[in-house]
């Protein structure tokens, strides 16, 4: 059964750092490129963060561009997400994704709030 679980998420204060991860099974990690998606309420989802299969190239987008970290650890099936100088208009549910050969897989996602 393919799974993405993340955690991490929970409230942090403007300017603080948070670190989520998200555990994979079920499907060859090590070939599938793995991305963040948000999607803050009322809003569309948006992609915050992509890395290559090999973890040698990243993507990221302007708004987190600086702040956010994005690594994978192929042994562990896992993907990370360091956030740091976080803001507000970074509230959103934080979802991962893993894409090849056509297939797309997400998590459930979870919450990150970004408030004082």
């Known amino acids: 059964q393919v799974q993405l679980v993340e955690s991490g998420g929970g409230l942090v204060q403007p300017g603080g750092s948070l670190s989520l991860s998200c555990a994979a099974s079920?499907?060859?990690?090590?070939?599938?490129?793995m991305s963040w998606y948000r999607q803050a309420a009322g809003k569309e989802r948006e992609l915050v963060a992509s890395i290559t299969s090999t973890g040698l190239a990243t993507y990221y987008a302007n708004s987190v561009k600086g702040r956010f970290t994005l690594s994978r650890d192929n042994a562990k099936n896992t993907v990370y997400l360091r956030m740091n100088s976080l803001k507000p208009e970074d509230t959103a549910v934080y979802y991962c994704?893993?894409?090849?050969?056509?297939?797309?897989?997400w998590g459930q996602g979870t919450q990150v709030t970004v408030s004082s």
């Open positions: 079920g499907f060859t990690f090590s070939v599938y490129g």
């Open positions: 994704n893993g894409a090849a050969w056509g297939n797309s897989y």
